[in-house]
């Protein structure tokens, strides 16, 4: 969790920037936020899947969405490792040997673009993960603790975001990042309030805990129910979770295809019945 008072300065910084746009926070506004408080130069958020087509979500800047799209054209460098490993990936100079070696074709192709440092923080809650947040420098620079913890906090509340407003795997065409739009419907009604990103975590945490026990199913099958509840019934993850709490809601014991499928898949993507999102790596 991330402490009070981070939390409250982050989120502080990301309202600021959706202030200054006239418009609901969205994850553009964390990617600029971050640029605002961070010694980097760009931003990007790409939505990732292990079964589905990857995309860029939002950037602030050319070099960041050229560094979105490399990764996943490439299929290397620090986003895809991020997502696949779970884990924060800071590269602070390209120009390493290492890195060169390890990344045979990123490494060279965003120097090129204008990018020496890369730093990669996987968008996660629980075992589900809807994406990375990446930001880079056109200098060799490494991020101090205090820097690494803001930026994982900056992470956090872009997971949240994704989730909560139904962006996730397939949630947003390719052509939206081209357009330098975070993706969102801002003017939706229903678009997730920012003052109530606080205590998203926790609650969906605590609804999910709460179907493990209800359901006799693992956490990742509980927050898969939690979602697709929600995206089945047209409403926000967060009003599920909150009624699941409250024990307003109970969702039936035996699960149908329809349960498992993830926000945004057609009828052709469902999942069987024993589809489960990959293990988080430590």
Do not use: K
Not at 222 to 243: E, N, Q
């Amino acid at each position: 969790m991330i402490p009070g008072s981070r939390a409250a300065r982050i989120q502080a910084l990301v309202a600021e920037q959706a202030a200054l746009r006239d418009a609901r926070v969205g994850p553009l506004d964390v990617c600029t936020a971050a640029v605002t408080a961070l010694p980097v130069g760009g931003a990007g958020i790409s939505a990732m899947s292990r079964d589905r087509a990857s995309h860029p979500l939002c950037s602030t800047d050319s070099v960041s969405q050229q560094l979105e799209e490399l990764q996943l054209t490439l299929g290397e460098g620090p986003c895809v490792d991020a997502f696949v490993f779970g884990s924060s990936v800071l590269c602070t100079d390209l120009l390493a040997g290492e890195l060169q070696r390890h990344w045979t074709v990123f490494a060279d192709a965003a120097l090129e673009a204008g990018a020496r440092a890369v730093f990669a923080f996987p968008l996660q809650i629980g075992a589900i993960s809807p994406g990375v947040l990446d930001l880079y420098s056109s200098n060799s620079v490494e991020l101090d603790a205090d820097e690494v913890a803001d930026a994982m906090a900056f992470a956090d509340i872009a997971t949240l975001l994704l989730l909560d407003a139904g962006i996730s795997e397939t949630g947003v065409p390719p052509d939206t990042a081209a357009s330098g739009t975070d993706g969102a419907d801002t003017d939706r009604p229903d678009a997730a309030s920012f003052d109530d990103l606080g205590g998203y975590r926790a609650e969906i945490d605590q609804a999910t805990g709460i179907l493990t026990v209800q359901l006799g199913i693992g956490v990742e099958e509980a927050f898969i129910r939690l979602r697709a509840h929600a995206y089945a019934r047209g409403t926000r993850i967060s009003t599920v979770a909150a009624d699941v709490v409250a024990h307003r809601l109970r969702l039936p014991q035996e699960a149908t295809p329809s349960d498992l499928r993830p926000p945004g898949a057609r009828p052709s993507d469902t999942q069987p019945s024993d589809a489960r999102p990959p293990d988080e790596e430590t």
